[in-house]
T-cell receptor, first 116, second 111 residues
Framework: GAVVSQHPSWVICKSGTSVKIECRSLDFQATTMFWYRQFPKQSLMLMATSNEGSKATYEQGVEKDKFLINHASLTLSTLTVTSAHPEDSSFYIC????????????FGNGTRLTVT | TQLLEQSPQFLSIQEGENLTVYCNSSSVFSSLQWYRQEPGEGPVLLVTVVTGGEVKKLKRLTFQFGDARKDSSLHITAAQPGDTGLYLCAGFLGGYQKVTFGTGTKLQVIP
């Protein structure tokens, strides 16, 4: 149980275009979803916290107009990288919690974004 | 300043050797989790520790939560190539705080 599906797993796009990444909890309702960015051999960097039906909370230094997050339902959150640039190339991972606090984080398999 | 510091950052050992990874902080956590992440995948939860001094074992992996709940360690006995991955500790401060991830330890076990 507690499966999180992230799609796509790999995407290449040109500079200036937008890319949407989906994160779905398949067998549970996620009250909260988190979006992370990860550079090679480094830890996870939290970008934003997404709660169903409300605006996402962004971490300091993360541009909310560039990284649009929509948490439309208890099982789906999307991250849209707008006007992508090569420096946005990274590994993006989502996680979902069934309840707040220290309940386990269930992670998607990540999306490798390459902007050319 | 990173809230959770892991050491070492990178570790390469031979199959069969033992190793310990440390996760340290100046903050007190209500609970702490350990995750393992393989390349191209998301992290997978290994264990959650909640009581100061608690020791949990998962086959060849032994996790310990410090008495003061500021630090934790992960000990792997007789490491195998399948243990290769990025190990992340994650601390929870309590209440409505978010889980905070450590700096990560990249483990490579050579056959």
């Amino acid at each position: 149980g507690a499966v999180v599906s992230q799609h796509p797993s790999w995407v290449i796009c040109k500079s200036g275009t937008s890319v949407k990444i989906e994160c779905r909890s398949l067998d549970f309702q996620a009250t909260t979803m988190f979006w992370y960015r990860q550079f090679p051999k480094q830890s996870l960097m939290l970008m934003a916290t997404s709660n169903e039906g409300s605006k996402a909370t962004y971490e300091q230094g993360v541009e909310k107009d560039k990284f649009l997050i929509n948490h439309a339902s208890l099982t789906l959150s999307t991250l849209t990288v707008t006007s992508a640039h090569p420096e946005d190339s990274s590994f993006y991972i989502c996680s979902a919690q069934s309840r707040t606090g220290d309940s386990p984080l269930h992670f998607g398999n990540g999306t490798r974004l390459t902007v050319t | 300043t990173q809230l959770l510091e892991q050491s070492p950052q990178f570790l390469s050992i031979q199959e069969g050797e033992n190793l310990t990874v440390y996760c340290n902080s100046s903050s007190v956590f209500s609970s702490l989790q350990w995750y393992r992440q393989e390349p191209g995948e998301g992290p997978v939860l290994l264990v959650t520790v909640v009581t100061g001094g608690e020791v949990k074992k998962l086959k060849r992996l032994t996790f310990q939560f410090g008495d003061a709940r500021k630090d934790s360690s992960l000990h792997i006995t007789a490491a195998q190539p399948g243990d290769t991955g990025l190990y992340l500790c994650a601390g929870f401060l309590g209440g409505y705080q978010k889980v905070t991830f450590g700096t990560g330890t990249k483990l490579q076990v050579i056959p």
